[in-house]
């Protein structure tokens, strides 16, 4: 293996693979994408000119961060709810393909389970968030057009002068990554709690 994979200087190495359950990293890998996205359209909002293709890793930066923060809602929330109800999320397939839409179903499922609604995202109800997912994916369906100019077949993934403002666009993913991450917390700390107190419920009567 080259040395840059196994230096031995600290400063600059990073770890993967560092949880004990690798699919537990999916939102420090998100925060990482999101974090990168903000730093980049904070250097154009406050620039006085910028080349087209400053933008276009911005957008696959918080296009990714997203898909990684809904498939962790997804994951970790399937648990919750089969822990706290009868009902189950279907979580096969989860990680094979890249569309948001398909993902929206057990979103939901998980907040009406859980009594949560969509206010802290600026969003008027469920309705608008999967509006915003359903258009995004029209755009960018399997996480290519902010990549690649072309798909397989050699045709452009973008209509002709296709435009996006990197800005404000920023602006709202921001509000909603942080409403997500949010949410992942408050799934763990959910899962956690009631885990407990299972395990007392059944101290207690290993008891009697």
Do not use: C
Not at 164 to 173: G, R, S
Not at 174 to 186: I, P, S
Request: charged fraction near 20%; charge should be negative.
């Amino acid at each position: 293996m080259h040395r840059i994979f196994n230096s031995t200087h600290h400063n600059g190495n990073v770890v993967f693979n560092f949880s004990p359950n690798p699919i537990d990293d999916l939102t420090a890998f998100a925060l990482g994408y999101r974090e990168a996205g903000h730093v980049l359209a904070g250097r154009i909002a406050a620039a006085r000119g910028y080349a087209d293709y400053d933008g276009y890793p911005i957008l696959f930066l918080y296009r990714h961060a997203l898909e990684l923060f809904l498939k962790a809602i997804v994951y970790r929330g399937a648990k919750l709810v089969g822990l706290i109800s009868e009902e189950t999320v279907d979580t096969r397939r989860l990680f094979e393909r890249h569309e948001l839409t398909r993902l929206l179903p057990a979103i939901r499922a998980i907040f009406t389970q859980m009594n949560w609604d969509f206010e802290a995202l600026g969003l008027d109800s469920y309705d608008d968030f999967a509006s915003f997912i359903q258009t995004l994916d029209s755009i960018d369906p399997g996480s290519y057009a902010f990549r690649y100019p072309i798909n397989r077949a050699g045709q452009a993934h973008l209509p002709r002068n296709f435009v996006v403002n990197v800005v404000e666009f920023a602006d709202l993913m921001d509000n909603m990554l942080r409403f997500l991450e949010g949410t992942v917390t408050a799934i763990d700390e959910h899962w956690q709690a009631e885990a407990e107190a299972r395990y007392e419920l059944q101290q207690l009567a290993a008891e009697w």
